[in-house]
């Protein structure tokens, strides 16, 4: 864990969350033994153990992310025969998130930020629910609003020229009322 921590880890997108979850899985019970002497059992054990106290969806990443070690340990560094987890049943993937809020809960969001209709935001919070209605009314994209420059927004049109990085070409996106 220590290992793959250090070394492989740092070149994902998310690795210091990784490395953080690996830490903890560093404190199980079933750390203590070798790899070679690591089994299926083990892995079920605590598995069990875990689903008393988080949910399945969130045992789910630790197995992706327990797998991508075992695999790794198997494949590249030839410490184990076989990831142990594929042995090991999975829990099940939980229902997908279907809610979405309606408008006067967003309408409760903004006022809670600050943010008044037709007002310029002055706040953190006030501009934040801003980009709320922003990227809910244009579909941008988080990256695409935050790179939005001042040249690039014409209140009085109501439009954003968004500029693509690869080509710097153009694109006009209407801002809907």
């Given at each position: 864990?220590?290992?793959?921590?250090?070394?492989?880890?740092?070149?994902?997108?998310?690795?210091?969350?990784?490395?953080?979850?690996?830490?903890?899985?560093?404190?199980e019970k079933w750390t203590?033994?070798?790899?070679?002497?690591?089994?299926?059992?083990?892995?079920?054990?605590?598995?069990?153990?875990?689903?008393?106290?988080?949910?399945?969806?969130?045992?789910?990443?630790?197995?992706?992310?327990?797998?991508?070690?075992?695999?790794?340990?198997?494949?590249?560094?030839?410490?184990?025969?076989?990831?142990?987890?594929?042995?090991?049943?999975?829990?099940?993937?939980?229902?997908?998130?279907?809610?979405?809020?309606?408008?006067?809960?967003?309408?409760?969001?903004?006022?809670?930020?600050?943010?008044?209709?037709?007002?310029?935001?002055?706040?953190?919070?006030?501009?934040?629910?801003?980009?709320?209605?922003?990227?809910?009314?244009?579909?941008?994209?988080?990256?695409?609003?935050?790179?939005?420059?001042?040249?690039d927004v014409d209140l009085?049109?109501?439009?954003?020229?968004?500029?693509?990085?690869?080509?710097?070409?153009?694109?006009?996106?209407?801002?809907?009322?």
């Open positions: 864990l220590t290992r793959y921590a250090e070394e492989v880890s740092p070149t994902k997108k998310t690795g210091d969350k990784e490395a953080l979850r690996l830490a903890a899985f560093a404190r203590a033994k070798w790899l070679t002497d690591l089994k299926p059992d083990d892995l079920g054990k605590w598995r069990d153990e875990r689903l008393q106290k988080i949910q399945a969806e969130s045992l789910r990443r630790d197995f992706t992310t327990l797998s991508a070690v075992f695999s790794t340990c198997v494949k590249e560094w030839r410490w184990m025969r076989s990831n142990p987890l594929s042995d090991v049943r999975w829990p099940s993937p939980g229902k997908p998130r279907s809610q979405v809020p309606g408008w006067r809960e967003i309408r409760l969001f903004c006022r809670a930020c600050g943010y008044r209709t037709g007002v310029a935001p002055t706040t953190y919070t006030g501009e934040l629910a801003y980009l709320l209605l922003l990227s809910l009314r244009t579909a941008m994209r988080k990256g695409e609003m935050l790179g939005l420059k001042p040249k009085v049109r109501r439009v954003a020229v968004l500029r693509c990085r690869r080509c710097c070409a153009r694109a006009s996106i209407p801002m809907k009322s």
